[in-house]
């Protein structure tokens, strides 16, 4: 489905990312998971552009750290265990100071998940921009898909939501904060650790609403999410404008990496003892006639997307 739900082959205009997403997906199916499965491995790709995803303030060193974890974060969504990346940095020029932080946040990201950098690749371009690539190695158990998950499962969120949201409203005001809250950390070790217990799992980089349609559609089934239960960044609290923005931050806006994972009611316990950040329940997996809701209100199909 594309955002409009219109085929966007019948336009000749331009389209966004999702509606692009679905054009693809007519000719690979499988290109709606995280990651693609190649021999018992993950591989997944990512571009981010100064623009629109490197707000000024961004140092170097967050952009290396956070463009390569973008990337580590479809592998942890995948519940593979990260084994390497790299990248291609792309600039107008090469300033030897912003080459090595780059290098040095893409070097730090990848050791705190056991992984290794191994390289990349320099080109001149018009803005700064960065594609990132992860490989990972998958368990016996193999992928979690987007496509598994059953009425009855809890839905559940790890760490908080809304980091990157704040980090956002921070960097004009206090750009050091702002940065640090950019350098999220994948959860390649949770993805592990709840690899045997889910029935599907994303990451929640178009957001948390947007994930839930996305886990909606591949799975067939609905979502019933409640406001309260949703963990919430304190960082959210310091540039929301009232509660109502501070669910908007949390529910709606993206880009905080976090998992969204559906785990049978009966393994619940045993998934939140097995993860290693907090696990956290926000709603349960309904039949599909149900639909999706927050609070018995319908959930808008609202969140971050590349062309919208």
Do not use: K
């Not at 000719?27 to 981010?48: I, R």
């Not at 629109?52 to 952009?63: E, I, K, M, V």
């Not at 990337?71 to 792309?90: N, P």
């Not at 609070?295 to 609202?302: A, C, T, W």
Request: with cysteine; hydrophobic share 45%.
């Amino acid at each position: 489905m594309t955002a409009s739900g219109n085929d966007p082959a019948d336009t000749d205009g331009p389209i966004d990312e999702r509606a692009a997403l679905a054009l693809i997906a007519a000719d690979l199916p499988a290109a709606g998971d995280d990651a693609a499965v190649v021999d018992g491995q993950v591989l997944t790709t990512d571009m981010l552009h100064e623009t629109t995803d490197f707000p000024d303030g961004t140092t170097r060193y967050t952009a290396g750290w956070r463009a390569v974890a973008a990337s580590l974060s479809d592998v942890a969504a995948m519940g593979a265990a990260a084994t390497a990346a790299v990248a291609v940095y792309g600039a107008p020029e090469f300033r030897p100071d912003e080459v090595r932080a780059f290098v040095r946040g893409a070097r730090e990201v990848c050791r705190a998940v056991d992984a290794e950098y191994v390289g990349g690749d320099l080109d001149g371009h018009g803005e700064f921009t960065v594609a990132s690539t992860a490989l990972g190695r998958l368990g016996e158990e193999g992928p979690v898909r987007r496509s598994g998950a059953s009425p009855g499962d809890a839905l559940c969120v790890t760490g908080e939501l809304g980091r990157s949201a704040a980090a956002l409203r921070l960097f004009e005001s206090d750009p050091e904060r702002a940065n640090d809250l950019f350098r999220f950390t994948p959860r390649v070790a949770a993805g592990r650790a709840l690899a045997p217990r889910a029935t599907a799992m994303l990451d929640s980089s178009d957001g948390l609403a947007r994930s839930c349609h996305q886990l909606a559609e591949a799975s067939d089934c609905g979502v019933a999410l409640e406001a309260d239960a949703l963990p919430v960044h304190d960082a959210v609290a310091d540039v929301a404008t009232d509660d109502a923005d501070e669910r908007e931050l949390a529910a709606f806006f993206g880009e905080d990496f976090e998992l969204v994972v559906a785990v049978p009611e009966a393994a619940l316990d045993t998934a939140r003892a097995a993860c290693p950040v907090a696990l956290t329940r926000v709603g349960t997996v309904v039949e599909a006639d149900a639909g999706l809701t927050i609070d018995d209100e319908p959930l808008p199909d609202r969140g971050y997307t590349h062309g919208g």
